[in-house]
């Protein structure tokens, strides 16, 4: 089933916030660009990205907040 929203679909939390991840990783965004965290739908019932969220993710949050994200984006970089 396709979102009305034309969203990128995802079946879980969990997968929505890995795609967030992989997402911030591939395109370098800076910690405060780009989208920011996940929510269900209530049209679909599946999971987006947003960047309108008030908040950020709390695994993306502990990625950059541990250093992991910037050396997972340099080592992207050097693929």
Not at 1 to 30: V, W
Not at 34 to 61: A, I, M
Request: glycine share 6%; net charge neutral.
């Amino acid at each position: 089933m396709h979102c009305s929203t034309g969203k990128n679909q995802y079946p879980t939390k969990f997968l929505a916030e890995t795609a967030l991840i992989e997402i911030h990783i591939e395109r370098n965004f800076p910690p405060d660009q780009g989208p920011q965290d996940v929510y269900k739908c209530e049209f679909c019932g599946d999971w987006h990205l947003t960047s309108k969220s008030p908040s950020r993710n709390e695994r993306l949050q502990k990625m950059i907040d541990s250093g992991e994200m910037r050396l997972k984006q340099q080592a992207k970089h050097w693929e």
